[in-house]
């Protein structure tokens, strides 16, 4: 199996589906936002009631335009939209208004890193606008199904890749990197786990001097790593049925992440099964040279551009400025808090070690940090003047994750106020010095260890609270005598 395994080169091709954080949806004014009663962003429009008709918001125009300049596509000036058609319960009209030959962005790329490290260009192949479909609620006690229309009409773009990636790795940073740049460029809030952000995944196998196998294809993955597990699963199998001398079949595959294998959908439709054909009730769409001039002017910074001035005008490391500029959230967060309290390189110290392992622990995203960048602000500067000692900062943090306050209050309420007072801290000095006279024989002999082994002591004794460097400097002199 592993030798023929290296013979392959898998081939990834991604189509992410996005929604468009505009207020309203795509053809009525009903509001977008998720998570209402089920039925109550509803209208005539979006539940397709006979003699309804749609008209385009024009910020969905915008945001697809952002999202193709953004992504180096060319934006058409002459785009329309296209019934596509096809039945489904959540589907009202039995068919989706999308785009067809008329995209409104084509031929962009998105620069990655290959497995290597080295920037690899992934390209676009289009992106075009289109309506979300409803939501099917099953219940699995009585085995109805209801549905819910609040997201039929929310706006999509659908963004589809070259079949340019060769690895699960290489996919992964796609999708990382696109959803960054949706989120900089303020068009969708790419949740993932309301759906906002969803990725089908299509997966072949070849024999590098052979032409491309037959896809696969995995329905709406919503999870980073399902997503390379998906595609580390569906090379083996392909691999497995072409090394049995079986077909690989152009379907539709379901992911299940429980299980840990993908099962069949159904046979892949082509687009002649979907009859496309022109949306009659809304008119052509036609972009001047200057409203597209326009909103590349508009456009805002992006993580690029970010990382560049981390690095010349902060001095941080390249390392540094590429994990903080990893996403919008995490990178807003540093800016806000450093500005703050005025201490950068502690600020992304925190974000980029001990917040960056507790989200991926806890498996959140920057976007879910539950605290402000005023209170991690703040548990920097109780640190700079001396108040807590950094371990206690960490003990703070992990509060501020469990039950978000303002971390002045946190160390207040659980007393854990840095004991800087000379005085005091002699006392606890002179209180160790007494119970391990073999320290300060072992010291004297020359036995540098057994400094570390006091102050350890020390801080036992104090719970962590007393100030590291006061210890060190205070023992020493004790030690010296
Ligand atoms: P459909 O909507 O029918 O799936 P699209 O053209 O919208 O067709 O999307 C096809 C997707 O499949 C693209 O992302 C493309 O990169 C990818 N793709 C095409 N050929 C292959 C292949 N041989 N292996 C893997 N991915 C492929
Ligand atoms: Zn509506
Ligand atoms: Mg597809």
Redesign the pocket.
Known sequence: MKMANEDYEL?????VHAELSTKTKIFCSCPTEFGAEPNTHICPICTAMPGALPVLNEKVVEYAVKAGLATNCTISQDSKNDRKNYFYPDLPKSYQISQFDKPLCEHGYIEIEDDFGNPKKIRI?RIHIEEDAGKLNHNEFTGESLVDLNRSGVPLIEI????DLRSSGEADRYMKKLKSILQYIDVSDCKMQEGSLRA?V???VHKKDEP????T?MKNMNSFKSIQRAIEYERERQIYELEHGNKIYQESLRWDDVDGRTYQMRN?ED?QDYRYFPEPDLVAIKLSEEYIEKMKQELPELPEKRKEKYMKELGLSEKDANSLTSSKAFSDIFEKAGEICKNYKSVCNWLNSDIARILNEKELEAEQIPFSAEDLAELVSLIDSGVISSSIGKKVLDELFENPRSPKKIVEEKGWIQISDENAIKEVITKILEANPQSIADYKAGKDRALGFLVGQAMKETKGKANPKMLNEMFLEELKK
């Open positions: 081939i990834v091709g991604l189509e192949l589809v890749s070259e079949p089908d299509n997966v072949s491309f196998g037959t896809r294809e892949k687009a």
